[in-house]
């Protein structure tokens, strides 16, 4: 019962540690509807994330779940003895979050492979997002698009395999497209939309 009131807390933390990324400013640079340059935004923001999830997968999922066997993360979590939630779970559980405190802000878990495809690309700018990502390790993709009558600065970040857990869920997973992820390969991106003024 602890376990899952922590996990209930993260989710409840994890909104307000975006809204701290709000009120810089650089003269030169495009400003989102905010005041911060995008990309400046957009770092900070996938930061957090990233930060989160990686320590969740790490903390969490691997050392409670896989190495001492304490909880079982899984894909339906809610139906299990001491079962918990997948980090993909637990990122878009923050991000509906996140997304109802910071209307027009939108981010997303997607890949080329996704095992769910609602995680698929859906826009041109995911796809090459996604794409450039792959083949350029290390390196963000940046860029413009405009959904509906709504200009967006849009990002697209690396969602790298940073644990055993990762590359187990999905090589492993019935309905994964790919079963030969390695540790430190990006398994797809974060794409994070600030809208613009």
């Known amino acids: 019962m602890k376990l899952k009131a922590l996990i209930a807390t993260l989710l409840l933390i994890v909104p307000f540690l975006f809204t701290g990324c709000s009120k810089s ?40 779940g896989k190495e001492k066997k304490l909880i079982k993360p899984h894909e339906k979590w809610e139906d299990k003895d001491n079962g918990v939630m997948l980090p993909a779970q ?28 609602q995680n698929a690309p859906k826009t041109p700018i995911e796809k090459e997002g996604l794409q450039y ?8 993709f ?5 959904l509906g009558d709504k200009t967006f600065f849009t990002a697209v970040y690396p969602d790298v ?3 055993a ?12 497209p790919r079963d030969d ?15 613009m003024k």
């Open 181 to 195: 992820f390695k540790m430190g390969e990006v398994m797809g991106g974060v794409v994070i939309r600030i809208p």
């Open 133 to 140: 990502i792959g083949k350029n390790p290390g390196k963000n």
């Open 142 to 146: 940046y860029g413009k698009e405009t």
């Open 25 to 64: 400013a650089e003269a030169s640079a495009p400003k989102a509807a905010d005041g911060l340059p995008p990309e400046k935004m957009a770092d900070a923001l996938f930061s957090v994330m990233n930060g989160t999830r990686t320590a969740y997968t790490k903390h969490v999922i691997a050392r409670l």
């Open 165 to 176: 857990a990762c590359i187990d869920c999905h090589n492993d997973h019935k309905d994964s």
């Open 90 to 117: 637990m990122f878009r559980y923050a991000r509906d979050l996140a997304m109802e405190a910071n209307p027009g802000f939108t981010y997303s878990l997607q890949s080329e492979w996704p095992i769910n495809s």
């Open 161 to 163: 395999a940073v644990s």
